[in-house]
C-alpha cells in the first residue's frame, strides 16, 4: 500500500475519533445536568423521598397517638381522660413535657418525633401543617407552663383561646381562661391570692381576676394539710363562725340573715321584681364546683374616666387598679355592664357577683387571712379606710388601713358593692354588700336592702368570672 495513503487514512481517522469525544462529552454533560435536575430539583427524586420520608414520619407519630386514644374509650364509648394520660405516657418518642399534667378537656397538642399532633373534642387525631422539627432533630416548641410559677415566670398568655389548668405550689388546681396571663404580682399558691391578668381582649385588656378555690385546699407540700371552702351562702355570727341555722337556704333559695320578716333570695329565674338576679346561677355552682373554683375581680369595677353623677354616660368596665372606681350607677345597670364585659362568644362568663360568689369569697378571706394586727374576723370587718372618698386605688402608706387580703382589695372598704340577691323589702328588692367608706355600720358580709334607682358614689360593684 501507498504510504501516503496509510497516512491519510490515520488523519483521517484521528480527526473521526476528536469530533466524536467532543459529542459524547456534551451528551454527558447534559445527561449530567438533567440527572441532578432530576435528582435535587422541586419535584426531583431526593426532594420527593425527603417528602415521603416526613409524611411517613408523621403518619408514625399520628398512628402512635391514635393508638392511645383508641384504647382510652370505656365501655361507654366516652373517652376517659385519665386513661389518656396514661397512655400517651407510654407513646414512644413522645415529649413527655407537651403532655398536660392532668387531662381535663379537649383539644390538646402533644410532640411526637418532632411533630406536632392534635386530639380534638371529638377525639380525632391530626397532624398539624408545620411541624415543630425534623424528624431526625425534633426542636419541639417550649411547653406551655404546668404551674402557676412557671407561667407567671414567663408572662405569657397560656392559651389565647381555650382554658388551661395549672397547679400552684401545693398542687391545687386553677383553671386560667384563654388570653389571659398569670400577673406578675400574683401569688405562686392560692392561699396567697394567684391573680390573672387579662391580655388579648381589647378594651378590658390588663384587668385582673382572683382565684377563689372551692373544694379542698392543700396547704403544704406534702398535702398533708389543707382546708376546705365549700361553696354556698352564708350567714356569719360576730366571732366570724358561720351561723349554721341561718345560713340553711329555704324554699326557693330564701335565706334570712336575722329572725327578722327580711329574707333574702338568689337566682329567681321567673323574679318579678325589678332587680337584675343572676345570668344563670345554676350554671355558676356547676361550673365552680366542677372546675375547683372561680374568679372574683381584683378590684371594685374601674373605668377610665372619673364619675361625678348618676347622669354621666355609662363606659367600658375595666379592672385596673390606676383607674377610677365604677360608682354611681344602679343595680340594674352595674349587671349590664359586668355581663357585657366579656359578651357571649367567650368560653367563660363574666356577671355581676352573687352571693354564694361573694360569701364563699369571705370564707376563703377569712381562712387565710394573714393580718396581724386585725381586731375582728374579716366577714365582720366595717372599712378600714372610711375617713377617705373612693379614690379609685387604695393607695395609703398605713398598712394597718389597707383592706388587702389575698390579693383581693376592698371587700370590707370603699364602696358597699351591688349583688344579684333579691331582697324582701317591699319598694327596696336590690341587695347590696361589703363595707363603706361613708357608714361604719356596713361590714364584709352584711346585706342591705336598696331600692332599684339607688345610685351615688358610695355604692359601686364587682365583677365574678366562672368557666
Avoid at 355 to 370: E, G, H, P
Wanted: some cysteine; aromatic content about 8%; glycine content about 6%.
Amino acid at each position: 500500500m501507498n504510504k501516503n495513503k496509510v497516512r491519510n487514512k490515520l488523519k483521517a481517522n484521528k480527526g473521526i475519533t476528536l469530533i466524536a469525544l467532543v459529542i459524547i462529552i456534551i451528551v454527558l454533560l447534559i445527561l449530567a445536568a438533567v440527572s441532578i435536575a432530576t435528582l435535587t430539583g422541586e419535584n426531583g427524586i431526593l426532594s420527593k423521598a425527603n417528602t415521603a420520608k416526613t409524611e411517613t414520619e408523621k403518619a408514625g407519630a399520628k398512628e402512635k397517638v391514635q393508638m392511645a386514644v383508641m384504647s382510652s374509650f370505656d365501655d361507654s364509648g366516652k373517652l376517659d381522660y385519665t386513661q389518656l394520660k396514661t397512655n400517651l405516657d407510654k407513646v414512644e418518642g413522645i415529649d413527655k413535657e407537651s403532655i398536660p399534667p392532668k387531662i381535663t378537656n379537649l383539644p390538646i397538642t402533644v410532640n411526637v418525633d418532632g411533630y406536632d399532633v392534635k386530639i380534638d373534642e371529638n377525639g380525632k387525631v391530626t397532624v398539624e401543617e408545620e411541624n415543630s422539627g425534623s424528624g431526625d432533630n425534633p426542636t419541639p416548641n417550649p411547653p406551655i407552663a404546668s404551674t402557676v410559677e412557671e407561667a407567671k415566670n414567663t408572662g405569657t398568655v397560656l392559651d389565647e383561646n381555650n382554658p388551661t389548668i395549672i397547679t400552684d405550689t401545693y398542687g391545687n388546681e386553677v383553671k386560667v381562661p384563654g388570653g389571659f396571663k398569670i400577673a406578675e404580682d400574683s401569688a405562686i399558691d392560692v392561699t396567697g391570692g394567684v391573680v390573672i391578668e387579662d391580655v388579648s381582649h381589647g378594651a378590658t385588656a390588663g384587668s385582673q381576676f382572683v382565684w377563689i378555690p372551692v373544694g379542698n385546699v392543700y396547704t403544704s407540700v406534702d398535702k398533708n394539710t389543707s382546708e376546705t371552702i365549700e361553696l354556698n351562702r352564708y350567714v356569719f355570727n360576730e366571732d366570724g363562725t358561720i351561723n349554721t341555722e341561718l345560713s340553711k337556704t329555704e324554699p326557693e333559695e330564701q335565706l334570712k340573715t336575722t329572725l327578722d320578716s327580711i329574707y333574702y333570695t338568689e337566682g329567681l329565674k321567673d323574679s318579678t321584681t325589678d332587680n337584675i338576679p343572676a345570668k344563670n346561677i345554676e350554671a355558676f355552682k356547676t361550673t365552680a364546683i366542677l372546675n375547683k373554683g372561680y374568679y372574683i375581680g381584683r378590684y371594685e369595677a374601674r373605668t377610665i374616666t372619673r364619675r361625678t353623677s348618676e347622669t354621666d354616660a355609662l363606659s367600658q368596665v375595666t379592672l385596673k387598679a390606676n383607674d377610677y372606681v365604677y360608682n354611681y350607677v344602679t343595680q340594674s345597670q352595674a349587671a349590664t355592664l359586668a355581663r357585657e364585659m366579656y359578651g357571649e362568644d367567650k368560653k367563660f362568663t363574666s356577671d355581676l357577683v352573687n352571693s354564694y360568689a361573694w360569701d364563699t369569697a369571705i370564707v376563703f378571706l377569712q381562712t387565710f387571712d394573714k393580718r396581724t394586727s386585725k381586731t375582728k374576723p374579716y366577714s365582720q370587718q366595717n372599712s378600714l379606710n372610711s375617713s377617705l372618698a373612693p379614690q379609685g386605688t387604695n393607695n395609703l402608706t398605713d398598712l394597718t388601713k389597707q383592706d388587702k387580703i389575698c390579693n383581693i382589695w376592698d371587700i370590707a372598704s370603699n364602696d358597699i358593692e351591688w349583688n344579684t340577691e333579691t331582697s324582701s323589702y317591699s319598694g327596696y328588692p336590690c341587695v347590696s354588700r361589703g363595707g363603706n367608706y361613708v357608714f361604719s355600720s356596713n361590714y364584709t358580709s352584711g346585706r342591705n336592702s336598696n331600692s332599684i334607682s339607688g345610685a351615688s358614689d358610695g355604692v359601686a360593684f364587682r365583677a365574678v368570672l366562672y368557666l
